[in-house]
């Protein structure tokens, strides 16, 4: 550090408290300065009895402590602002085809997230497509090819859905599975058994007689 800084910063002087109290009643900003007890607050930025100082460490705890910590903890999924989850969705490497476009709602988005470090971790895997599935709310199956004596490293992939299947759903479905299968295996196919429940009413009609001769 230069002498020619040290003598500037010596010929400096300390902004006069009136001027930094001009905009608000300075008996008022005594009192709070008082109240906040800098010697006595573990929390203090002041190291000195300085009223300068008193008075930067009282703007300091007024506009830090409004702030909400809360979204700091992104380990509490559940209870994080909807507007988090897009930048932990990037952060856990979860966006696009590993599962965040399919998503519908915060709840599945959340789900997702807390998924996460699994479906990483098992990625490659049956595991990594049945459970990726899972969270998009659809039960599957994975049949390898030497379970069911097809060609070498194919497998398909059994769905038990109660929605309604369309083409744009099963190109979803497909860009899912590729995203979590290992990059030696091809899915051969994809087999889905839908479900769906309907009244039906039913009616009966019974005509009985009987006859006695005598």
């Not at 087999?191 to 005598?214: D, F, R």
């Amino acid at each position: 550090m230069s002498s020619g800084f040290l003598q500037e910063c010596s010929k400096a002087e300390l902004v006069p408290v009136n001027n930094l109290t001009k905009r608000s009643n300075s008996a008022e900003l005594h009192s709070r300065v008082q109240r906040l007890g800098t010697a006595n607050n573990p929390r203090s930025l002041a190291p000195i009895n300085d009223i300068n100082l008193k008075v930067f460490d009282q703007i300091c705890e007024e506009r830090f402590g409004a702030l909400d910590l809360n979204v700091l903890n992104v380990n509490d999924v559940d209870n994080l602002p909807s507007d988090v989850l897009p930048h932990l969705a990037e952060q856990y490497h979860i966006t696009g085809n590993e599962g965040w476009k399919f998503c519908k709602t915060d709840q599945d988005k959340r789900e997702l997230i807390k998924n996460a470090i699994n479906l990483h971790k098992y990625r490659g895997t049956k595991y990594a497509i049945i459970k990726a599935l899972s969270l998009i709310n659809i039960k599957s199956d994975v049949s390898e090819w030497f379970q069911y004596s097809g060609s070498p490293f194919f497998f398909k992939v059994l769905l038990d859905m109660e929605a309604s299947y369309d083409s744009d759903l099963e190109l979803q479905i497909i860009d899912l599975i590729n995203e979590n299968k290992n990059v030696r295996s091809w899915l051969e196919r994809i087999i889905v058994h839908l479900k769906q429940e309907a009244l039906m009413p039913i009616m009966s009609y019974i005509s009985t007689s009987e006859e006695i001769t005598v």
